[in-house]
């Protein structure tokens, strides 16, 4: 029981730390990239307080429900967002000998299945909102996610036929550095896709700000809306950790065993940077160029990793 309770406040403690750390690191980012002064010199030395700032803002805050709104599903909604990714953590090996939240024997299926619960969430936040370009939103959220979901899938499963388990530690134990060139194309599509799922730039239609003001969340004030930008946030930190995980071999490194957990940490947020590069560098997608680019470009590469990893398992055996 004791080692349960330390195992999810370990966790825990992961999922309301680290997503902060990562939003911190994007403030840095993109001041230094796009030259914003602001976000720099908030509080002093190097803008430290900018996250601080940010936090009592939303707390201050009105709550604000449309008076149309369906009120109970509108409160719901940020935690069904939010709420799948701190489940999602619990199964991600850190480091080796059991340091893992939950071991699960089908760990891949768990995490995927998890992680395509938050649209629901954000339907939830589009629906109740009693608010047109609200709706909207949802509903591109929701073609957006069936999308990309598939390609993510394939190139998930490209890694699990590798490996010869769902296991996410049984995939890392399996790994090996030839991998790195094998399941190359594997990688793109699942670190994409899983951008895409996050609906972070370049593919942040559904929150279109000069189309449909905000999407789903538009109606959102307060804490509400800084849940579904901590969803975001924890989103990243997740993503970033599977790619890890499934195709940079989690904790094997320079390394030694016992210091596995800094590897994986360092590979997580390399990989948390690249979300932040992106957002500053590309343009968004127009919606017709996102969901083509599912359909016509990640689909059929995964579907070409897939038939890749089956020819040279059986080469290998």
């Known amino acids: 029981m004791l080692d349960t309770v330390l195992r999810c406040v370990a966790t825990l403690v992961v999922f309301l730390v680290l997503p902060l750390v990562i939003g911190q690191t994007e403030h840095k980012v993109m001041a230094h990239m796009q030259g914003r002064l602001g976000p720099m010199y908030a509080g002093g030395f190097h803008g430290w307080a900018q996250l601080v700032a940010d936090g009592v803002k939303f707390a201050q805050k009105e709550d604000i429900v449309p008076a149309g709104a369906d009120r109970r599903v509108f409160q719901l909604a940020p935690a069904v967002s939010l709420l799948p990714y701190l489940f999602v953590l619990l199964a991600i090996p850190v480091g080796p000998d059991g340091f893992v939240g939950q071991a699960i024997d089908a760990g891949l299926f768990f995490v995927l ?31 957006q996610l069936m999308s990309y979901e598939l390609p993510l899938v394939l190139a998930a499963a490209s890694v699990a036929m590798a490996a010869g388990t769902l296991s996410l530690p049984g995939i890392v134990d399996a790994w090996e550095w030839y991998w790195l060139p094998w399941q190359l194309i594997g990688a793109f599509v699942f670190f994409t896709a899983g951008l895409a799922e996050l609906q972070r730039p370049p593919f942040d239609m559904p929150i279109a700000d000069s189309e449909i003001i905000f999407g789903a969340y538009t109606e959102y004030t307060g804490l509400r809306f800084a849940l579904f930008l901590l969803s975001e946030y924890v989103g990243i930190l997740v993503v970033s950790a599977l790619t890890a995980v499934l195709f940079l071999g989690g904790w094997h490194g320079p390394l030694p065993d016992q210091l596995g957990w800094l590897w994986m940490i360092l590979k997580t947020f390399a990989l948390a940077f690249v ?34 990893t089956g020819i040279i398992k059986v080469a290998i055996s």
């Open 113 to 143: 299945a998890v992680m395509g619960v938050g649209v629901i969430g954000k339907l939830m936040a589009g629906w109740a909102s009693a608010n047109k370009f609200s709706l909207l939103g949802g509903l591109r959220t929701a073609a």
């Open 275 to 308: 979300v932040i590069w992106l957002r500053v560098t590309y343009p968004r997608l127009r919606e017709d160029q996102l969901m083509r680019f599912a359909w016509t470009v990640l689909i059929p590469l995964a579907l070409v990793q897939l038939a890749l």
